[in-house]
Structures are given as structure tokens and as C-alpha cells.
């Protein structure tokens, strides 16, 4: 199967800050990515779809000032959090999609931000 | 648009024991569905898919998965659990149209015991 690498995996921010998180296809190229977001004990809600070189599709509800997304290349997107606070703390996945009518979209593992 | 129910949010089941993992949706269109699993603070491993053809899935760790279409059901079995299969696991769906954006179901914790 393909790989994603997420990074990082954990991370701890102050109030007020940035934080950026990294998703990369190790050894395909990812057309599509997705992010979502994940409360303890619960589903994963998708956030954005973003198809490399085009800006990102944000779900209902979602503030794309706030979640800055960006698909540079066909091997890397970056999820922004700016301004960051206490009830943006979650674990946030991302998964990535080859083109050419790819069913299957496969997984990072996932980075846990704890913003204080 | 889409949804999944996963009416058992947690599972408990002795070790060696069969277990079953239900799955409903709801769709206007044709959908792809799957089955992950999450082990704690990592992300989703795929263990199946039905996209068409035989109704019957097997996928990875000895689970299989049934596609009903006229109950909209898609099952997860297997018939002898290990106490390493003690995860989450979601159903999802897909609408092969709109750009295969999945649709998660709220999980179910499947716990094996000695």
C-alpha cells in the first residue's frame, strides 16, 4: 500500500500561536488530499479537500482563515492553525488520494495539537 | 447526500469468540464503502472495500464485510476476534461522483477479552 507521514505527531502550543502540520505522500503522488478533524471518542469530520496547485474546498462550518491549507505539490500539504486556542486542541488526520479515479484515499497518522 | 450509522458504539467480546460490526447508510446514489480501524492515536488502516461486483469482501486480519443493498447494510465479521483486534472501527462512504469525499460513521469500539 501507499504511504502518508504525517508530521508532527504531537505537538504543544501556547495560546495565540501558529502551528503548522505537514502531510506527505512517501511514494505516490497525491492528486487530492483531505483533512479532518477528530474530538476524543469521536468520528472524523472532514475540514477541506485540497487538490494540488488549486485552493481548498472548506466543509460548512469550517473557517479557512483559520485552517490555512496548502497542496504545493503533488507530495505535500500543510495545514495551518493560526491564532490558535484552547478549543482548537484535537487530533487532526490527513489522507491523500492518487488522481485518475482512485478509489481509496490512505491515511496519515495523525497529529495531536494541545494548544495552553 | 450521505450518511452512516454505526448503532453499537461499543462492542465487548471474549477472545476466539465471532464478532459482528453493523453498518447501515443512507444514499441517493451508488456509493463505495469501507471499514477502518484506529488504534489509539494513530491514524486509519483500511480493511475493506465493496466499490461493485461480488456482495462478499475479505479484506486484511481475517474480517469480511457483506454488502446489502436492499437493507443498505455493510456488515463487518470475523469470525474469530484476538485480543489485538481491540481498536475502533469506522464505516465510511463514499460518493464515487462527488470526488470521493468519505463519510464517516461514529465508530464502534470493539473491546476482546481474555
Known amino acids: 500500500g501507499a504511504v502518508v507521514s504525517q508530521h508532527p505527531s504531537w505537538v504543544i502550543c501556547k495560546s495565540g500561536t501558529s502551528v503548522k502540520i505537514e502531510c506527505r505522500s512517501l511514494?505516490?503522488?497525491?492528486?487530492?488530499m483531505f483533512w479532518y478533524r477528530q474530538f476524543p471518542k469521536q468520528s472524523l469530520m472532514l475540514m477541506a479537500t485540497s487538490n494540488e496547485g488549486s485552493k481548498a474546498t472548506y466543509e460548512q462550518g469550517v473557517e479557512k482563515d483559520k485552517f490555512l491549507i496548502n497542496h504545493a505539490s503533488l507530495t505535500l500539504s500543510t495545514l495551518t492553525v493560526t491564532s490558535a486556542h484552547p478549543e482548537d486542541s484535537s487530533f487532526y488526520i490527513c489522507s491523500a488520494k492518487r488522481g485518475g479515479g482512485a478509489t481509496e484515499a490512505f491515511f496519515g497518522q495523525g497529529t495531536r495539537l494541545t494548544v495552553v | 447526500a450521505q450518511s452512516v450509522t454505526q448503532l453499537d458504539s461499543q462492542v465487548p467480546v471474549f477472545e476466539e469468540a465471532p464478532v459482528e460490526l453493523r453498518c447501515n447508510y443512507s444514499?441517493?446514489?451508488?456509493?463505495?464503502l469501507f471499514w477502518y480501524v484506529q488504534y489509539p492515536n494513530q491514524g486509519l488502516q483500511l480493511l475493506l472495500k465493496y466499490l461493485s461486483g461480488s456482495t462478499l469482501v475479505k479484506g486484511i486480519n481475517g474480517f469480511e464485510a457483506e454488502f446489502n443493498k436492499s437493507q443498505t447494510s455493510f456488515h463487518l465479521r470475523k469470525p474469530s476476534v484476538h485480543i489485538s483486534d481491540t481498536a475502533e472501527y469506522f464505516c465510511a462512504v463514499s460518493d464515487p461522483v462527488g470526488g470521493n469525499k468519505l463519510t464517516f460513521g461514529t465508530g464502534t469500539q470493539l473491546k476482546v477479552e481474555l
Open positions: 444514499s441517493s446514489v451508488s456509493v463505495y
Open positions: 511514494d505516490f503522488q497525491a492528486t487530492t
